[in-house]
């Protein structure tokens, strides 16, 4: 037997989330709401039953799942290969600003081509080859039947691109939850992006 649920949670927000920042790799805590928000999932979970959980190292990941962990009883894993996209020298400015600076490249990010780096970043296709070792390796373990696993926005949609030729066309919103089930040789979305713990209005 091996894992037959998967739960994909975003992070809490963070104040350049609010200010619509790109972060990649920067380590930027969560703020008040970002708190609350890991809170809230964190009590909606303690009600599932979860074997394991795992999280990306980076700072307002790695904070929303050792608040998770801490309520519903478990510890956090870091694995790096479950990082947000390294954005190299568009991190830490808006889109707009990036445009301003780098319009180039912006244009080349903006048409989706997987292969296309950011200056002094990665691309998407390097995402989805580590992030899909992750999942091998995390969704092959005999001994758990569900696990959560703490990731970023971007890595969370680049990810999903690489398994499903259609997604819902809905913003992977903080600390919303995409469930994957394993139905024979498929995984099934169950749920995307959902916040059942958290009213956004």
Same mark, same amino acid.
Request: with cysteine; glycine share 6%.
């Given at each position: 037997m091996s894992v037959e649920k998967v739960l994909l949670i975003r992070h809490g927000e963070t104040d350049f989330n609010r200010e619509r920042r790109l972060q990649g790799v920067m380590q930027i805590p969560l703020n008040e709401r970002g708190r609350n928000q890991a809170h809230s999932v964190a009590r909606y979970l303690k009600g599932l039953s979860i074997d394991a959980l795992?999280?990306? *190292?980076? %700072? +307002?990941?790695?904070?929303? @799942?050792?608040?998770?962990?801490?309520? =519903?009883? %478990? *510890? *956090?894993?870091?694995?790096? +290969? %479950?990082?947000e996209i390294e954005f190299g020298l568009f991190e830490g400015l808006t889109f707009g600003e990036v445009e301003d600076l780098f319009p180039a490249a912006h244009h080349n990010w903006s048409t989706g081509y997987l292969a296309f780096k950011a200056p002094e970043g990665e691309s998407r296709h390097d995402v989805q080859r580590r992030m +899909?070792? @992750?999942?091998?390796?995390?969704?092959?373990? @005999?001994?758990?039947?569900?696990?959560?696993?703490? !990731?970023?926005?971007?890595?969370?949609?680049?990810?999903?691109?690489?398994?499903?030729?259609?997604? *819902?066309?809905? !913003? =992977?919103?903080?600390?919303?939850i995409t469930t994957l089930k394993r139905r024979e040789e498929i995984w099934e979305i169950l749920g995307y992006a959902e916040l059942p713990h958290w009213d956004e209005s």
């Open positions: 795992y999280t990306s *190292p980076i %700072l +307002r990941a790695h904070e929303t @799942a050792e608040i998770i962990g801490n309520c =519903i009883g %478990l *510890p *956090p894993h870091s694995d790096e +290969r %479950l990082r +899909r070792a @992750a999942w091998d390796d995390l969704t092959a373990n @005999a001994d758990h039947k569900t696990i959560a696993l703490v !990731s970023h926005g971007s890595a969370i949609a680049i990810f999903l691109g690489s398994m499903y030729a259609i997604l *819902p066309d809905t !913003s =992977i919103k903080n600390t919303s």
